[in-house]
């Protein structure tokens, strides 16, 4: 029973390069988030979609940052033009649907160290 | 606008039980505390988490006082793998589902 997901592992773009991060979630896992950890700070909630919907994209960068969990497929966060502040380590989670005591876990995977130079 | 308050750091010696307290004492009725702990550049793992009533699964246990202003995670014997950041998260259920991570609390098992 595989966990999440998540490749590259390792990303280096330059400056205004595109930068894309593939997340697959758990086995039966509908739900998927992304959060990105700053160095040395604490993870930050980014985005959630379910299958071919974003749910809530509060804590996305307005600007040249983007997600998607299609049909088929991986959920796939998109960073267009990267900037050096865009050197993170991003990680994506997925939950089961909340049940009936509506709760959940969030399941992370390894993520991946994007590096922009 | 942090909801828990942790240790910045905690020491353990290696075979004895961890105690990582946390407190929340602004937890609402429907919230949840859950745990989670992040080793060194891994992604967030899922510890445990509850509304009320203590809980204990195969790798802690979580105790919260009566009043719900406060919890403790214990994991009853503290191995040199354990070291790690844990967070205390209180978050309500269901349709709140954006995970806050604080500063948590490094805990380091030594030998």
């Known amino acids: 029973n595989a966990g999440v997901m998540q490749n590259p592992r390792h990303l280096v773009r330059r400056r205004g390069q595109e930068a894309r991060l593939r997340c697959s979630p758990m086995k039966g896992h509908s739900h998927v988030y992304w959060y990105r950890q700053l160095p040395e700070e604490g993870l930050k909630f980014m985005v959630y979609l379910q299958k071919e919907n974003i749910i809530d994209e509060s804590g996305m960068p307005k600007e040249r940052f983007s997600a998607e969990f299609p049909k088929e497929g991986p959920s796939i966060l998109r960073i267009q033009q990267v900037v050096r502040g865009d050197s993170a380590a991003y990680f994506c989670a997925s939950s089961q649907r909340p049940g009936q005591l509506l709760t959940y876990e969030q399941y992370f995977g390894p993520g991946t160290r994007l590096t922009v130079t | 606008d942090a909801k828990t308050t942790q240790p910045p750091s905690m020491d353990c010696a290696e075979g004895r039980a961890a105690n990582l307290p946390c407190n929340h004492s602004t937890i609402s009725g429907n919230e949840y505390v859950y745990w989670y702990r992040q080793i060194h550049s891994q992604g967030p793992q899922y510890i445990i988490h509850?509304?009320?009533n203590n809980e204990t699964n195969e790798m802690a246990s979580l105790i919260i006082t009566e009043d719900r202003k406060s919890s403790t995670l214990i994991l009853p014997h503290a191995t040199l793998r354990d070291t790690a950041v844990y967070y205390c998260i209180v978050e309500s259920g269901g349709s709140n589902y954006k995970l806050t991570f604080g500063k948590g609390t490094l805990l380091t098992v030594n030998p």
């Open positions: 509850g509304l009320k």
